[in-house]
């Protein structure tokens, strides 16, 4: 199971909040991982900001929350930038505190970190690469666009089944401010919520098991 913590903000979390323009802008990726669901497929979606820092690791270790709390099997969340930078620490210090549990397994300009969203499963590993490094998928994935620098700058993403622009506002504009853990914690949750309703969209559409014939 989710960790206790998680499991309790992902059920509060109201995605009725979701504009109808924005529902139209997350309908792509739910047809995109409804399909690779209706075929046994496995959904590995890439998400893609600038320097793989704040935006991207949100949207990366949501979603494969969501993809656990949904039962949606074969599910694989990826992140990168089109430059490697560093996990931002206010990210990490988010995630611990909506119930994330992080560890640093290596030092440096660009720590590796385990995070872990439930106690069974294995953790994320976290630390900032090129959306085409090799620790990432090199074809048969979904690449999510999270920031609109990137999108631009990224005309064409190599191998990829398709290209998705969900873009959120940088959290960094509050860095050094009195607002910037409150500004963190808002993003993380618009990117939780908007996870949640992508996820949630799938659960009643995965194909049923073909008992009939194998009996008959």
């Not at 890439?46 to 793989?52: P, Q, R, V």
């Not at 064409?156 to 506002?169: C, L, Q, S």
Request: glycine share 4%.
């Amino acid at each position: 199971m989710l960790y206790p913590q998680i499991e309790s903000i992902i059920n509060a979390l109201d995605v009725s909040s979701i504009s109808e323009e924005r529902q139209r802008t997350l309908q792509p990726l739910i047809n995109y991982i409804k399909s690779k669901v209706e075929h046994g497929r496995e959904i590995r979606l890439n998400f893609i900001c600038t320097h793989n820092s704040r935006r991207s690791y949100f949207s990366q270790v949501w979603a494969q929350a969501m993809a656990y709390h949904y039962k949606i099997e074969k599910a694989f969340c990826y992140s990168g930038g089109t430059e490697a930078s560093a996990l931002f620490p206010m990210v990490a210090t988010t995630l611990v505190n909506t119930g994330f549990k992080i560890e640093a397994i290596s030092d440096g300009k660009n720590p590796v970190y385990k995070i872990k969203y439930a106690a069974n499963e294995h953790p994320i590993i976290g630390f900032s690469k090129a959306y085409n490094s090799n620790f990432n998928p090199e074809t048969g994935f979904a690449a999510i666009m999270t920031c609109s620098q990137a999108d631009g700058n990224c005309p064409v993403i190599k191998g990829a089944d398709k290209r998705i622009p969900i873009t959120f506002e940088d959290p960094k504009a509050s860095d050094g401010t009195l607002q910037q853990k409150a500004v963190y914690n808002e993003r993380s949750l618009q990117i939780a919520t908007e996870m949640k309703y992508i996820f949630s969209n799938l659960s009643c559409d995965r194909p049923k098991k073909k008992w009939a014939s194998a009996q008959e």
